[in-house]
């Protein structure tokens, strides 16, 4: 312990500043003594606190390590159990689910039967006209099919109950208000007739319900269907007449994809069709021509003529003058003359007839042109993709006889015109050998 003290004391004297040793000198040895022993003290009991604060640390850890390594003791235990407790709950389930397939004999087949025919009648009941009056009736089907439970009695009673609903429906007329998708897009309320599971119908016009909606047909019928069907809607009693769509829709919507006659023509006339338009347009004019030429001007300007000797600008008139000419010939002469006359005026009577004749020959034949090259293109796509889909053989088909159609268009106009133009020549000429020899005829008789 005096070791102890003199360490101190030389540590206190070591560290100590100037002011600090001059203080100290005051005190006597006595005091610092004491001084030094009080504290040393104090340290002492500061140091055997903190023993006995680390002891009693140590005791409450083995204590803590004792507590878990019997939780840890216990919790194996009970995920023994646990893990014994699963595999005989393991064996009770599968003794328990095939008691259960025993006992439920045919409900299981029930159970399949239903769902097949709920999922058979979910697309029919979801496409039927009859849901536009009766939304959400395919809700009950949907339940059915994704069920993984048997059916209760009130599932099944509702299933029934929609069938009847369904059978009964297609062979009554309802009225009722719906919303409407009219051709521009928008939503509106409309009257609504429905006719069994075949048309729906708002006015004159045609319905179609599609994935839960009602929309107007964008391409209505024929205009006797929407008269036919304005007269249906206005009868409140009796019997009235009505087209109806048998295919329950499918024949109507078809309508959307339908082109006429001239704008399939038109779609697909071709190299050929296009050489056939231009030739009818050639042919049409000068026909037209020939036309106005022969029955407006060259006919009233002969017959006119025929009632007056004096010579006109017309060829019968210019037959007259010839003979006037030459009519102090000889009989001989004076018939060369006349039949040179009538021989110069042939020509411009006849002018382009032949050529009306010649293209309602070629407009045939170019058609033929056309549709005997599209053929090739249809049989060169049946060599490389067989006969699978009939309508790609049917649509070729189609565009290569869409030409010989515009030949039929070009023959049969430029044909009959033809023959009208023809016979008004051969009429004038006619008349003019006529003339002609009249004059020759009243030559002699004034010359015997």
Do not use: C
Not at 323 to 344: Q, R, W
Request: charged content about 20%.
């Amino acid at each position: 312990m005096k070791k102890i003290i003199t360490l101190s004391l030389a540590g206190v004297f070591a560290f100590a500043s100037f002011g600090t040793a001059q203080a100290a000198e005051s005190l006597s040895h006595a005091d610092l003594l004491k001084k030094v022993q009080n504290e040393a003290r104090i340290q002492e009991q500061v140091n055997a606190q903190r023993v006995q604060q680390f002891r009693s640390q140590r005791n409450r850890q083995q204590q803590l390590l004792a507590d878990a390594k019997a939780k840890l003791a216990a919790e194996e235990a009970k995920s023994e159990r646990l893990a014994a407790e699963f595999t005989a709950n393991e064996a009770e389930l599968t003794k328990i689910a095939e008691e259960l397939r025993l006992k439920q004999g045919n409900l299981g087949e029930l159970f399949g039967v239903v769902r097949q025919a709920a999922n058979s009648m979910a697309g029919d009941i979801k496409a039927s006209i009859v849901s536009a009056q009766y939304p959400g009736r395919d809700g009950l089907l949907t339940n059915l099919t994704e069920a993984e439970q048997l059916p209760t009695m009130e599932e099944l009673r509702g299933f029934w109950v929609l069938m009847l609903q369904e059978m009964a429906e297609q062979g009554n007329t309802a009225t009722f208000t719906a919303d409407v998708v009219n051709t521009e897009g928008r939503i509106e309320q409309q009257t609504v007739k429905r006719i069994g599971a075949f048309n729906l119908l708002s006015g004159n016009d045609y319905l179609y319900y599609e994935d839960g909606a009602i929309n107007t047909l964008q391409v209505q019928p024929k205009a006797q269907v929407l008269d036919l069907a304005g007269d249906y809607n206005g009868t409140s009693s009796g019997y009235a007449g009505l087209y109806v769509d048998p295919s329950k829709g499918a024949i109507l919507q078809l309508e959307k994809l339908k082109m006429g006659l001239m704008e399939r023509l038109w779609k697909f006339r071709g190299f050929a069709g296009t050489a056939v338009m231009v030739l009818l347009a050639i042919g049409l004019l000068i026909a037209l021509e020939r036309l106005f030429t022969l029955y407006f001007v060259t006919g009233p300007a002969i017959a006119r003529q025929k009632k007056t000797r004096t010579p006109g600008n017309n060829p019968l008139g210019r037959i007259f003058k010839v003979y006037e000419v030459n009519k102090n010939e000889d009989v001989e002469n004076l018939e060369l003359k006349l039949d040179e006359a009538v021989l110069k005026e042939t020509p411009k009577i006849e002018r382009g007839i032949n050529l009306i004749k010649v293209i309602a020959a070629l407009g045939p034949l170019l058609g033929l042109l056309g549709t005997v090259t599209g053929m090739i293109e249809v049989f060169q796509s049946i060599t490389l993709h067989g006969t699978g889909d009939p309508r790609t053989m049917a649509d070729g088909i189609s565009k290569a006889l869409a030409t010989t159609v515009w030949g039929l268009f070009a023959a049969i106009p430029l044909t009959f015109l033809h023959a009208v133009v023809s016979g008004k020549s051969k009429n004038i000429i006619h008349v003019l050998e006529e003339q002609s020899t009249g004059l020759m005829a009243q030559h002699e008789e004034n010359n015997g």
